[in-house]
């Protein structure tokens, strides 16, 4: 997704009035493209890690290779954490969710990612380092406003997805929300008043399912660059004409009524798992078959057909596991609408490029049958 090797600071964010142009312009090419309307960003003071390597993908800090081994080799290791951030009275939550969320902005090991609904504060994060780092640290490397969009949300208040959270970091026995499936499982949760910092940020936050990284959709997300050289002059302009800086981290909203009661519109009150995966491979699956479409260079449409096919291939593989692992009857029927909806697609891909993939990948067999 990044080129980071092709700004051109002369076509890319100089100040916040061009960076607020280009947020419209992502929002409205997001909008046209998925018909979702729930939009929040994140903002990163570097672009490259400090070893040059380009950050492709946002990534929850609990899937970063330090954290993820200690994910796999320590079953309990997420609950762990929460529990001893409870006992050591770090959080004054009781919800597991709700104590993950202030674990997130104390720096544990989360898989919940940090967004926010202020696109200014965004750039904020774009331009400026960590708190307890010189503010001119990074001012040398690019920084970068991610954008993105869902049709609706949750909040830490949502009943099914503080049982869905519960459930991911539980580790029961054949626990299916934490199989190669269940990490296409993204859900956007609203920002809610649980500490000053989440309350000065207009925090909300990404929850990944799953036990492994799985990126969200290329096609739910834009980058905009904040080039090296416009950082200082970024900074200034969002302190001084906005108010935004090191030292409003902690301001009190004057009225939330307006805002809550639009935000309220688009909170969604029973989140099911695995329509949620649902609706994420079939999203994944038409865009990239709309794309596909569109390429004319067909050694570019190669690639990205094999990388389509590989996908599906994957999640026919783990729609089979699945099928012999749970016994909830709920589950069963979505994962059964799942295998529809990919055998459906399968022949519409056939049909437009000769047979490429076996429609026979997903076993009739259902849970159960002999």
């Known amino acids: ?93 009781k919800a597991y969710l709700e104590i993950a969320m202030d674990a997130q902005h104390g720096g544990f090991p989360s898989r919940l990612l940090d967004v926010t609904f202020n696109s200014l504060i965004a750039l904020f994060f774009a331009t400026t380092p960590h708190y307890n780092t010189a503010i001119e640290k990074n001012d040398d490397t690019h920084g970068r406003v991610l954008v993105y969009v869902f049709d609706k949300m949750a909040t830490s208040k949502t009943k099914t997805v503080i049982e869905i959270y519960e459930d991911l970091i539980s580790e029961k026995k054949d626990n299916i929300r934490l199989s190669r499936l269940g990490s296409h499982f993204h859900f956007l949760i609203d920002f809610v008043d649980l500490n000053s910092r989440i309350r000065a940020q ?35 302009e969002l302190d001084t004409y906005f108010g935004i800086n090191m030292g409003m981290i902690y301001p009190e909203p004057y ?11 688009v909170v969604e009150n029973d989140v099911n798992y695995f329509s949620v995966v649902k609706k994420g491979i ?39 596991y699945l099928k012999e692992k749970t016994n909830s009857e709920t589950d069963i029927k979505t994962i059964e609408e799942i295998e529809k909806m990919v055998k459906d697609k399968i022949k519409e891909l056939n049909s437009s490029d000769k047979k490429i993939i076996n429609e026979d990948i997903i076993p009739e067999k259902t849970n159960g049958e002999e």
């Open 1 to 93: 997704m990044s080129n980071i090797d092709k700004v051109n600071q002369e076509n890319v964010v100089k100040n916040v009035s061009t960076y607020l142009q280009e947020i419209e312009n992502k929002i409205d090419e997001l909008k046209r493209i998925t018909g979702e309307t729930v939009v929040c960003f994140r903002g990163e003071n570097r672009t490259t890690s400090e070893s040059g390597e380009v950050f492709k993908h946002s990534i929850p800090n609990i899937f970063r290779p330090d954290k993820f081994e200690m994910l796999n080799k320590f079953k309990w290791f997420e609950k762990g954490i929460l529990d001893e951030i409870s006992s050591n009275n770090l959080s004054g939550s």
């Open 202 to 236: 207009q925090g909300g936050f990404l929850l990944f399912g799953g036990n492994q990284f799985m990126p969200i959709s290329e096609n739910r997300v834009r980058e905009i660059i904040i080039p090296s050289g416009a950082k200082k002059s970024i900074r200034k």
């Open 282 to 320: 079939e999203y994944h699956i038409n865009r990239s078959l709309d794309y596909i479409e569109y390429l004319s260079d067909e050694k570019e449409r190669k690639v990205k057909l094999d990388k389509l096919i590989a996908y599906i291939y994957d999640v026919c593989y783990s729609l089979t």
């Open 255 to 265: 009225n939330k009524v307006d805002y809550i009661t639009k935000k309220s519109i």
